[in-house]
């Protein structure tokens, strides 16, 4: 079993940014791929980036290249989802997950299907 925990969202203007951490515990996390997904209000969750176990391989979903970056800190078991020029587009509930398939499988057709893992959430405001 893996624990996930998310923590750093907030409320933000326009153009900041915020970091969010994913704090991982149970199977061995560096193995594993991880994501980060959102959900807006009324909306599916969406999938945002994901990044390989080693944390070489990254891929973005379009609207947030550029502006994201996704990170992990094996050593200490948590992942980062940097997030910058914040949009009000932007305003979810992030929630990251984790998958033991491999990189291979999972890489740029990342979807929440394939994670068997998540933490609770943690929302993402951003005004206008």
């Known amino acids: 079993q893996v624990q996930l925990v998310e923590s750093g969202g907030g409320l933000v203007q326009a153009g900041g940014s915020l970091r969010l951490s994913c704090a991982a515990s149970g199977r061995t996390f560096s193995s594993c791929v991880m994501g980060w997904f959102r959900q807006a209000p009324g909306k599916e969750r969406e999938f945002v980036a994901v990044v390989s176990g080693s944390g070489v391989s990254t891929f973005y979903t379009d609207s947030v290249k550029g502006r994201f970056t996704i990170s992990r800190d094996n050593a200490k078991n948590t992942g980062y989802l940097q997030m910058n020029s914040l949009k009000p587009e932007d305003t979810a509930v992030y929630y990251c997950?984790?998958?033991?398939?491999?990189?291979?499988?999972?890489?740029?057709?990342?979807?929440?299907?394939?994670?068997?893992?998540w933490g609770q959430g943690t929302q993402v405001t951003v005004s206008s």
């Open positions: 997950a984790t998958s033991p398939d491999d990189w291979l499988v999972i890489g740029a057709r990342a979807q929440a299907g394939m994670f068997p893992y």
